[in-house]
Nanobody, 123 residues
Framework: QVQLVESGGGLVQPGGSLRLSCEVS????????VGWFRHVPGKEREGVSC????????YYSDSVKDRFTISRDDHETTVYLQMNDLKPEDTSVYYC????????????????WGRGTRVTVSS
């Protein structure tokens, strides 16, 4: 079964860091790439990052490039999003998602996603 379960959200001060985790099933990695998008109610969702399940190539939106890093563990069952130098505008609910192609990150096209984990950046 396709499965994505996010965790690691919380409250952090501006300039601080958080690491989000996404537990994914093996079948998810067999058929899909894994990425993250964020959504604030009343606003459009924004693709954040994606990691290829075939060659581990990574992709980032311009708003988080050089601050966020996506990675996968050695067992290929957990995908991480390391978020550094967090800004108030990063406040959102973050969702782990399955994509047919990481190129679809910019189009906000996702096949599946989890329940989300909330990140609040505030002093």
């Amino acid at each position: 079964q396709v499965q994505l379960v996010e965790s690691g959200g919380g409250l952090v001060q501006p300039g601080g860091s958080l690491r989000l985790s996404c537990e994914v099933s093996r079948v998810t990695l067999d058929y899909y790439h894994v990425g993250w998008f964020r959504h604030v109610p009343g606003k459009e969702r924004e693709g954040v990052s994606c990691i290829s399940s075939s060659d581990r190539s990574t992709y980032y939106s311009d708003s988080v490039k050089d601050r966020f890093t996506i990675s996968r563990d050695d067992h290929e069952t957990t995908v991480y999003l390391q978020m550094n130098d967090l800004k108030p505008e990063d406040t959102s609910v973050y969702y782990c998602a399955a994509l047919l192609d990481c190129d679809q990150l910019a189009r906000n096209v996702y096949k599946y996603w989890g329940r989300g984990t909330r990140v609040t950046v505030s002093s």
